[in-house]
């Protein structure tokens, strides 16, 4: 961390945009799981697509897959991050 | 050939398999034992963690358990999976950085205390031990199911397997094998998965099938889950696809049991110690997105055959003459997971909700009848005449979808791979938090590198003894202590170390607070909802939810406490800055 004690203000930057990242990474993980799969289940049970009731596609199905491409989205985000701020191994 | 000769080929080939392995990957120093030598490449540690994380429950269990309560699996499956969205954004990458080699080491060096270290390591061999006797026995049970062995002589076969690899190969042969096991238990888990999709819906992918109509029969052309829906209400169960309402769980209760469930997960110390293994910050990160990725292909296969073997089993069972019940159904009563009280007395089977008896069935040693086993336990009111053990709607899947017998004695290997693979992670955590976190950390920080090593494989050795012990003789609430396992690691280690990542100015005095306080609380309740009879007192929160109340006062324990208490040393917070920033991230190290 030699060069994080002179370049302070991008280090900062660089952890404010991390933890952006996060907050709306975590934000979409608790709307599908939480809010889809379960608070709203019920009304969106009343849309039928493809054989599933919606509420119910996303709490065996669907929340799942978006936590897959939820971390994947991560990944590359903070790829071009740490390039960015010249961190990266 | 008989599926027994079969199950002896499968089971001998992939033992075989995994023995090779650990011959292959045995190890010479503490940095292999215990990390693997940090080498692992992420696609690897991605299977290795999947089969980390999936035990004989999810192979097994899960599926069965889903098909009988409809939507409220769900629980399980977010719950199963989130947590690792957890991990991978707010622990792995930071602790991968950070480079030692327990979940202990971080607490203990982060929180600048021997104290918390100790509270830690408790905390680890408590969790580590619960789960892997359940694992110990799931591997007797595969074994006396399929080879007709004794349970007994199954766990000591499975015992020895394990301490050969794990005790050659530490964390390196561990990791090896799992990554045979994760390959063997997917294909044992998908082939039957995809065969009763074709047979139900006609299309050979379970996600899909999962939403299509039904291919011929009665229902043909309606939709499954709507078939579902009305069969289940017929039958006077609540629709399979409706959430809450009577006979389900509450909203507040889904919510806390599937949050404790996530964060429990992200808190496991054998599924965080495997982001240690891999060789960079970049790594750990897309290591974490395999392995759910990998975990997702059987997570989201699991509902789908959960709800084709409902509609199979009660359209083959449901109002059928016993005379006329399938072979596979007379296969699985004689083991005593399925069973038949012809309550009305009309030789036909009857399957309504409600319990059909009182307990698990246990046979009279008779014959009625109409051939089938009699019972001797007293009938429950209400029509219901079938008692269908969950298990048995992955167990007997393959004969329900009428495979060939490689294909059941792959089910076999399957799920020894599953119990086993997650059994020697957990063996590892309770080996390392003795041998590592205890004796070198603690009490000799002169010990030789040499009889560290050997101390590690000593620890196995004893663990292994243990497991074997509780997997011999079961204590009764194995089944209950899961529940306590996802509490403790939701309300003792997810918090702080989440506080420890994010703010600098979280203090020892505030994480030991935190950490008793939110296991206090969490086991005080479980203990006296699961085994002193209470009411769950708190608003109805089931005992399996409270870690997420325990992890919630946790948080706020420590941040009220760490206010007041003056801030870490200079050094501390210094390490915290150089965790968040991804370069210089070297091999782990012992210091």
New interface residues.
Partial sequence: ?TQ?TQTTGS?RE??RR??GY?AV??AI?ATV??GC???F??PL?AVTV????L???F???G???V??V???V??LL??RL?RKY???? | MTIKIWTYIMVGLTFGLYLVIAWMSRVKDTRGFYVAGGGVPPLANGMATAADWMSAASFISMAGI?SFTG?T??VY??GW??G??LL???LA?YLRKFGKFTVPDFVGDRYYSDTARVVALICAIFVSLTYVAGQMRGVGIVFSRFLEVDVNTGVIIGMVIVFVYAGLGGMKGITWTQVAQYLVLIVAFLIPAAAISRMVTGSFIP?LG????ILSGPDAGR????TLDQIGQDLGFSAY????GPGNKS?LD??CM??AL?VGTAGLPHVIIRFYTVP???AA??S??YA??FI?IL??TA?AVAAFARYNMVGTVNEAPYAQAPTWFKNWERTGLIAWMDKNGDGVIQYRAGAPFAGKPQSSGQIGAHGQVLLANAPAPGANELYVDPDIMVLANPEIAALPAWVIALVAAGGLAAALSTASGLLLVIASSVSHDLYYRVINRGASERARLTLGRVMIGVAVCVAGYFGINPPGFVAQVVALAFGLGASSFFPILVLGI?WKRATREGAICGMIAGIGFTMFYIVQTKFLGMAPWFMGVSPEGIGAVGMVLNFAVTVVVSALTPAPPQAVQ?MV??V??????GAAVDH
């Fill in positions: 961390m994080s280090m660089y952890w991390n933890v996060m990474l975590l993980w799981s939480y799969g379960i608070v289940v019920e049970n493809g054989g599933f009731p509420g119910f596609w709490a065996q199905q929340s799942i897959f936590f897959v939820l971390i994947f991560y990944y903070m790829l740490d010249d961190v990266h191994e | 889903i939507y699996g769900a499956l977010m999976t989130g690792y969205v991978a954004l707010l990458p996600q999962f939403g299509s109509s939709h499954l889950l709507e696809t409706s959430a809450f909203m889904v919510l599937t949050l996530m960079s910050v970049r990160r897309l974490a997105g759910l990725l997702a997570y989201t509902p994010f210094d800055e150089t968040r920033f991804p370069r210089g991230a």
